[in-house]
């Protein structure tokens, strides 16, 4: 699934302008996406462990299969989330009837994504890693 939603911009459009078989999440109209919208998405089994192990609070949709949180745009940037989790950049997902399950207590849509990206890497038993740009190890 990664490969399939990394790879959006190759694919073929339907009438809307969507990626076929995919479609956006839409935040409520009082959440202002001022940093942009991207995804993070786990397998269902996933959900309400993450749910109740993060400490901030975004928007977050779910289907059958999968739970999708709401970060700021390039949260990717540096990161490599961990399989089976998911990002989906500018939170195109796989069109199975995504629902709101979470709407946040603030104004932000966001949850953080530095400690979802900890909480996921926990869960799947995954060693957290991520790099700087130019920065080395050369001692």
Known sequence: MATLLSARGRRSTGRTGEPEGEVRLVLPPSLPASLGCDAVGV??????????RLPGDGCVFADAEWWWWIVPAGSDADLRWPLPACYAREAYVPDRRPR????????????????LYLMICQLTGVTPAWSLPGVGTRL
């Open 43 to 52: 397998p269902a089994r996933y959900g309400f462990r993450l749910l109740s």
């Open 100 to 115: 709101l399950i979470q709407r946040p207590g603030t104004t932000s849509p966001y949850t953080p994504p530095i400690p």
